[in-house]
């Protein structure tokens, strides 16, 4: 019998019909003026969906890699950072910042909540050498969303700590302007809200972080922004960049900026509202305190294994995630972010409603859905 | 009229039907079984292209990417190596040595030579601590085929010394099987013979080379080998891999081994012979004087600009690469590496003919695509 996969994972997520033609064609030469053409639109769709009259970054390589080159280009050895590690990812800048040896402050949160205002207040007021507070925007591993206008606001009165945020899941899903927050870095990747596959990174950079450029003791080649920035603002890359993506990137900023971005910011609070009420309705409970609107995070009912509860899901056609490290087999991750409109939330609602009966936690049918529905319904 | 523009540039080259094929379609998750499938058969046929048991790493990076790893996994800072600087990127090796604090050796040669066998074994023998010998096996900027058997053989004889080989224009041009000749770490990029957009990079390392990996003093992260290796030997990554350029290159190295390895160096070496042949028979000058069957690098002729010719080439529907630096405006790179066949050097060649008599070099028409012809039909 004929059951179609669907992906409801945090990313990778589906690719709108536009960027699979636009990935399926013969490859063009990136050091001609035609690819510099498609390059530069690229990067005013950029300048637009971070409003910003600066260069927008992009690197080959996963957002792992702009991760890396907000650590090495920004920062010297020995630079007390503030790590606000709240997940995996948040771990990652705490294992990125060993390795380039800064000196990381660890601020650990249990997996699921979020900062406290007046202990990330305490510990800045505490280190006035503080070079730089590193934060993930939406923490996936955790469907954690971490405030990001508090810190904007503690970081632009530090002359010399710059706020760094990894807006891999936020970005496009969010409105995320960085000059008004007070962003001083900004990373994404591509094969999350920017609906592309992976292999393709992006860095947005502050005035007052361009000025660490010169004075970072960290050798770089690969990630060197500076080196980097030149290249990009004449329309290249410094090194072979990856051609067809960023056709493809082409297509889907058009359909962000085409939609929108507060109508676009709107969609997806709308569908992570609609997902979480619809869970809750079925008893089910948030993994987060603080749940983002990229996706979310839900425990598998007492007693049933998350992973065999994805496996009925999967059976009928749905892929969403499980957990990562110590919350495997405990959870579920249902994404909403990218390619996803109110419809498709309806469905993974309906299709996890069967996958419970299935596995013998018992339901009446409709409940989320009817929650779901309710909500779409009054905002439309 | 309609003009159909043709890549023959040294990468990126055209892209057969079955790879855009396998680029254009949905995207799949990479933490699944069935992406681990995948991957491992890319891995065997990678075995395969290289002759060896041990595997063979992939990481989402242009070519640079796996240069970079290259330096920062296998030696540490001081490490004296021998640097063998025949072009851009013999010089991107020397650059890279720099940048992480190894301590290089410059062996510098003319753009378009290739090294002095003696030269090297005095320099060798005079350096007892030599840690590396890092080397283009083809030198794109140049076209230059640097033999890399011989330094295979001097590599051997010595204990703590690894050659560390640029393959990206050479693995899918000649047969290179590292544990024949003696290559300690090979790399190579997607967008060449493995005819793929650019985003991936590959790398091979050695037994001999594995033993520097715990010893590495120079900081990594995104292109850490070990941690990669042991992801990569579970069928995964340690970061998010391109999916979609995977699922491609399981399709082009599909291709390759069908048509097989030494069927595909012996069509590359008739490409290129009949290409240079042609070229000569024109009365045009080759660059080096140690050719790569990659692509061919001609002297424009003598008061014609180089990149005038390639402009008159490019209106009849002929793409070829310029020269680099300071050959810029004065050669012409014809690519036959990847996908092409025999027809498209006579083709190239024929077109050739046109734009140089355009141009006001005056040849007969046909000389040059006869001699190819010759050559390729005493080959068939």
Chains 1, 2 share one sequence.
Request: proline letters at 4%; one cysteine or more; a neutral charge.
């Amino acid at each position: 019998m004929l059951v179609k996969e669907r992906l409801f994972t945090p990313g990778p997520v589906p690719l709108p019909p536009q960027v699979i033609k636009a990935l399926g064609q013969q490859i063009i030469h990136h050091r001609t003026p035609e690819f510099t053409k498609i390059f530069k639109e690229v990067k005013a769709k950029l300048k637009k969906l971070l409003k910003t009259d600066r260069d927008v970054l992009v690197f080959t390589s996963s957002g792992t890699g702009s991760m890396e080159a907000s650590v090495i280009n920004f920062f010297s050895k020995g630079d007390k950072v503030l790590v606000i590690n709240g997940g995996k990812f948040g771990q990652r800048w705490l294992e990125l910042a060993k390795t380039f040896s800064l000196n990381p402050i660890n601020y650990q949160i249990e997996w699921g909540k979020t900062y406290n205002q007046k202990e990330v207040e305490e510990i800045i007021d505490n280190n006035p050498d503080l070079k730089g507070i590193l934060v993930q925007h939406s923490e996936t591993s955790t469907t954690t969303y971490h405030d990001v206008e508090f810190l904007g606001k503690l970081a632009k009165k530090l002359d010399d700590c710059i706020l760094v945020v990894d807006g891999i899941t936020s970005v496009g899903v969010y409105e995320v302007y960085p000059e008004e927050i007070g962003i001083d870095i900004l990373i994404t990747g591509s094969q999350k809200a920017l609906m592309l596959p992976p292999g393709l990174s992006i860095l947005y950079y502050s005035e007052k972080a361009e000025k660490r450029l010169n004075k970072s003791d960290i050798p770089k080649y690969y990630f060197d922004v500076k080196k980097e920035a030149k290249k990009q603002a004449e329309g290249q890359t410094a090194y072979t960049t990856a051609i067809n993506l960023i056709i493809a990137l082409n297509e889907s900023l058009s359909l962000i900026l085409d939609e929108g971005l507060e109508n676009l910011a709107r969609r997806h609070s709308i569908m992570a509202e609609a997902t979480r009420e619809a869970v809750k309705s079925l008893g089910l409970k948030l993994l987060s305190e603080s749940p983002s609107n990229s996706a979310t995070g839900v425990y598998s009912p007492e007693g049933i294994n998350g992973d065999a509860l994805r496996k009925e899901l999967l059976k009928i056609g749905f892929r969403v995630a499980g957990g990562q490290d110590h919350l495997k087999g405990k959870i579920l991750r249902i994404a909403h972010m990218g390619y996803f409109d109110y419809m498709d939330v309806l469905q993974v609602i309906a299709g996890l409603e069967i996958a419970l009966n299935k596995i013998g936690y018992k339901i009446e049918f409709g409940t989320g859905v009817k929650k779901a529905q309710e909500i779409i319904f009054s905002n439309l």
